[in-house]
């Protein structure tokens, strides 16, 4: 009897199980996730709360989802990006960024079709594209910068490339995209008549340069999905409200797919992550700033042991080079993380189709309170 495909178990899953595990049975700090842990807004919890007491909204929304809801994710996208989506044609609600990067993936990949992506991965991508029936092409970001190698890029077009994905707060790396960076991707999209798929979930946590939307640059507004989430700008990652907003034409693709994967998304969460979209510009500065400050108290105190620490521009995740602590193997590392130090991160190279880039490199989550930062680089102090 036939019980599982393992071709959809990627390393990244098996290592998270594995880490999550190990932090349970050892009692130690997990820096492994990415998730906060402090609760979003209490005024959006509320909100939230009152509509679930309330009446109307316990049934199935519309697939699209909800005027409202809709709405605020125009407005914001107006307000931040100056970018004109029209509300009723251009979004599609989902179940987390995660429901709209599969039916992206799923609704335009076509059996045969290549999409280039950049290295390390999110992991939904390396088994959304696989379901797709397409094959992923690698784009490496490498250390110590890990920034676009744009001659890497050119190369890796050829007849049969579809499409693009990008993702920028790029998680893992904190890589943000600058504007030359994104500049060299909509030429070659526009040359080649690629579509791009532009997953944006950290776009509010870029620390040093703003987040510029890829469908901002000319030519991209007709050829781009950009997918956010609710999850990461607010703290209510357990939320699993996302969005997919893009020209009506890839929209429908996009819809027709999430019909048959969840239909609608969360009805009575959407009202409430309508308000949360509409929160005044102090909350969005102050979110950044703190997570600014935890990202500056995790890399400093990282670099004090010895590591060396490739700050990130964005996202909430540091990355660091193990070796010069005595170790060469990231994955040995974070195995033995736990006994030694109390402590769990997770190995970049399960996040690579280049293992070898990501070898000797180690996340670290940095969306926790400081104490729990402080206490964790106490434990970390072991290992110098
Ligand atoms: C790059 C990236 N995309 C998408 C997601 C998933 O977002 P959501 O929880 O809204 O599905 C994550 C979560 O870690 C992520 O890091």
Known sequence: MKTSSARLTGLGTTIFAEMTALAQRTGAINLGQGF????????????????????????YAPGIGIGELRQAIAEHQHRWYDLDIDPDTEIVVSTGATEAIAASLLGLLDPGDEIIVLEPYYDSYVAMIQMAG????????????????????????TPRTAALLLNTPHNPTGTVLNRGELEAIA?????????????????????????????????MRERTITISSIGKSFSLTGWKIGWATGPAELLRSVMGVKQFLSYTSGAPLQPAAAAALGSDSAYFEEFRDRLRSQRDLLCGGLREIGFEVFPPQGTYFATTDVRPLGFD????????????????AVPHEVFYDDRQAGRPLVRWAFCKRPEVLAEALDRLAVLT
Request: aromatic residues 4%; charged residues 25%.
């Open 329 to 344: 193997d990231g994955i040995d590392f974070c195995r033995r993380l736990p006994e030694l130090a109390g402590v769990v």
């Open 187 to 219: 030429s070659l999209a526009v040359a080649h008549d690629l579509v791009v798929i532009s997953d944006e979930v950290y776009e509010h946590l870029a620390f040093d340069e703003p987040h510029v939307p890829i469908a901002t640059l000319p030519g």
């Open 134 to 157: 397409a094959t992923r092409v690698p784009v490496t970001l490498r250390a110590p910068d890990f920034r676009l190698p744009i001659n890497v890029l050119r190369a890796a077009v």
């Open 36 to 59: 906060p842990d402090t609760d979003g807004p209490e005024e959006i919890r509320e909100l939230a709360a009152e509509t679930v007491r309330g009446h109307g909204h316990h049934q």
